[in-house]
């Protein structure tokens, strides 16, 4: 119900729901997912399975804005997500790093926590803390950590995205 669309790798298609909420958010979310996804491919590389890079960046993306020039923006602070991670924060329930970023698809339960499973996060919850990961790495401290961002974005489209190669990297 919570779903605008989605990017189907297998037929290279952006799929967007009848009266989506928020069409624009969604075609830049899923349209994230496509680059990255034609990124690889051109490396000889298949669709990157890293869960929180492939869901992190999209949602970077997502937050997009119609400047008051007519112009649109991409405005970094994703505030819906922000307010997701700071309500997982504020309830103690974001995950470890090591979770985070070891994390692939098909780990996460995309229709949500089975019932009475206290601890497992929902998708809006993984989403959020993977949208906070690249905020950081990307805008901490004027960029302190963007190069190395952007030499693990490198290793995500390359087929060499890991857990190991995030902390040989970062």
Known sequence: PN?????????????????????????????????????????????????????????????????????????????????????????????????LVKLRYGMVNLSGPSPGDKNALDPAEWYAQSWSMIYFLRTYQNGKYKDKFDEYFKAEITGKGSYESFVHIV
Request: proline letters at 3%.
């Open 3 to 99: 779903v605008g669309g989605h990017y189907e790798p297998q037929h290279r298609r952006l799929m967007l729901y009848h009266g989506t909420y928020e069409p624009y958010e969604t075609v830049f979310h899923e349209g994230t997912h496509q680059l990255v996804h034609f990124a690889t491919l051109i490396h000889g590389e298949a669709f990157s399975n890293s869960f929180w890079f492939q869901e992190g960046i999209a949602c970077f993306f997502e937050a997009v804005k119609h400047g008051a020039d007519g112009k649109w923006v991409v405005a970094t602070l994703n505030r819906d997500r922000l307010m997701g991670i700071q309500q997982m924060i504020k309830m103690k329930r974001e995950a470890p790093l090591e979770k």
